[in-house]
């Protein structure tokens, strides 16, 4: 498989079998995300990985679209926006972007590792972060669910490339 390959492969998967997904592949899958590229190297990053009932009930609450219950677990990305990076000339916090590179290497891993995920953004923080017992300058940025599935999807509609790229 090569990697435009593995970037069509990866689709939002929103039904999901009850099979357990092996430690080996969220093994792989976090050391994916802990490689990815950030700003100045920060990682301003904080992974939960939810499989208790009562904490995957708590997120459901946050989420409340049936679908996301039959995922076996979910990662909440998280993301630190006191340690990021902010650029100099406008102060701009670098945060989602960094989070944003490694949640999708966490799609892309485990897509690889026959895996199926959605990014998950639509979400109410405040109900996530009090499950999360997160502290103020932490913020929860995606609900991954992943499990394995057997959904057939509708093909990928992109915008044509003539559309989205300028030669200058
Ligand atoms: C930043 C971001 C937020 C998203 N939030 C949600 C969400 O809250 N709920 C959902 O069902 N899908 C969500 N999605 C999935 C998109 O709808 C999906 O990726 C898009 O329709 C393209 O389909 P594909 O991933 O199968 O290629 C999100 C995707 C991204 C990148």
Known sequence: ??????????RAIRQFDSK??????LDYI???ARFAPSAVNIQPWLFFIV??????????????????DSAPFYIVACADSEQSWKRSYDSKNHVDVDLSIAIEHICLAAAEQGLGTCW???FDPIICSQAL?????????????????????KPQVRKPIKEIVKTI
């Open 133 to 153: 017992e997160l502290s103020e300058h932490i913020h929860p940025v995606a609900i991954i669910p992943i499990g394995y599935h057997s959904s057939v999807v």
């Open 20 to 25: 357990e997904v092996e430690q080996e592949k």
């Open 30 to 32: 976090l050391e994916c």
């Open 120 to 122: 998950v953004c639509n």
């Open 51 to 68: 499989k208790s009932e009562e904490k995957k009930k708590d997120l459901q609450k946050a989420y409340p679209n049936r679908w996301i």
């Open 1 to 10: 498989m090569n990697f435009l390959e593995l970037i069509r492969k990866r």
